[in-house]
């Protein structure tokens, strides 16, 4: 019988709600999983909050502050689900303790902080894990499966955006994500860490990197109330936004690749929208997150007159992650990115090995978006290091 490891989560809002899911399902969907968690005990700033989850995710216990979590001698696992500036603190926490990580992205708030979790974890010799879930999206995985088989050839061209608009509104409050001492960077790290994670999964390694950063709304209401997933009340007092709403780099690639990113909270009608295009010597492939179960193939060797772009519906069986859920055409959605991460965390605790993406890739990651910064600041191009 699979071991059973128990889960103590920190932070019971959006992420924690979308992590549970995972927790839940993952055993459901791969009964071949070599761990079952168990949903032992959730964390959130006050005991009520941490109640209100408890009750409705299905965790067995509730507590106030992440202390109780992470020293638990029950507890083998610990999940962040917190805001980026507590990450470092409740990782070396766990660690000391003997707990496995898993932690929400971006890994931290500056290269430093990632290095001393690291150092915690190793010295601990416990697994950890960063929530990079798009890797996990069954049409993402085809992807990097094409591509390291040689579908599109030499890469030349990566085109990521991340478009969202949920702030647009100039009334919408000053949520932690718009705090620079809570998140470290805005539309930056929130949204741009997801696909420097993508292009280094499908691509490699970043080069030198060349940004520009721009905040719309320097004002905005203190907020007064979340209510729910990313939704949130103003108050009547106002404060200064901190982070930026959108940030653009150019990027070079050690392969010779070059690339351009886009994260914005500024993109009317683009909801979420996470997408890509890679274009090599012998193809191309793109992928829209609003058409999850979807990628676009153009195969440069298709005869002349018969050459276009062509859809797969990434729901086959034989498809990554596919044989977990429903017959072919059944499609899925973005909670399963979590069921699919939390499989493979499960299995690197079983194996006492760190499954990708790991803290070395939040690492990496993170040296990014600091160049990205570095560079908007000194505005030159910055070589990308640890
Ligand atoms: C908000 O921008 C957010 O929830 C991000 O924090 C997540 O990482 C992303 O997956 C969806 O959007």
Redesign the pocket.
């Known amino acids: 019988m699979a071991k059973k490891i128990n889960v103590g989560m920190v932070g019971a809002a959006?992420?924690g709600k979308a992590h549970s899911v995972g927790y839940r399902d993952v055993a459901f969907a791969f009964p071949d999983v070599k761990c079952v968690p168990v949903m032992k005990e959730i964390a959130a700033i006050t005991q009520t909050e941490a109640e209100a989850a408890r009750a409705v995710f299905g965790w067995e216990r509730a507590s106030e502050g992440y202390e109780k979590v992470v020293t638990a001698k029950d507890i083998h696992l610990v999940d962040i689900c917190t805001g980026n500036n507590l990450h470092k603190e409740i990782a070396v926490a766990a660690a000391e303790n003997g707990k496995h990580v898993f932690c929400?992205?971006p890994m931290a708030m500056s290269v430093a902080e990632c290095k001393e979790m690291i150092k915690a974890v190793e010295k601990a010799g416990v697994v950890h894990m960063i929530n990079f879930?798009?890797r996990r999206v069954p049409a993402v995985e085809l992807a990097k499966q094409m591509i390291d088989k040689g579908a599109i050839g030499t890469p030349y061209h990566w085109r990521a955006v991340y478009l969202?608009d949920?702030i647009m509104d100039p009334n919408f409050p000053l949520v932690w994500?718009l705090k620079k001492e809570l998140a470290g960077s805005g539309?930056h790290g929130?949204?741009n860490?997801?696909i420097i994670d993508l292009a280094r999964y499908l691509l490699g390694e970043f080069e030198s990197v060349c940004g520009l950063m721009k905040t719309f709304i320097k004002k905005r209401p203190e907020l007064a109330q979340t209510t729910g997933g990313?939704g949130a009340k103003a108050s009547d007092k106002m404060g200064d936004v901190t982070v930026d709403d959108a940030t653009l780099f150019l990027a070079k690639f050690q392969n010779g690749a070059i690339g351009t990113f886009e994260a914005t909270?500024f993109a009317g009608g683009n909801r979420?929208g996470?997408r890509f295009e890679i274009n090599g010597s012998n193809g191309s492939i793109r992928f829209n997150l609003e058409r999850l179960n979807e990628l676009e193939y153009y195969n440069a060797k298709d005869k002349a007159g018969q050459q276009g772009w062509k859809t797969i519906l990434v729901t086959d069986a034989v498809h990554p992650y596919m044989r977990g859920w429903w017959p072919a055409g059944h499609i899925i959605g973005w909670q399963h990115t979590f069921v699919h991460q939390i499989y493979l965390l499960m299995n690197g605790i079983a194996a006492k090995k760190s499954p990708a993406p790991n803290f070395y890739d939040g690492l990496k990651c993170q040296a990014v978006l600091e160049a990205v910064e570095k560079s908007v600041e000194t505005e030159t191009w910055v070589k990308v290091q640890e």
């Open positions: 959006f992420m929400e992205k879930n798009y969202q949920w994500r539309a929130d949204l860490a997801h990313l909270r979420n996470n």
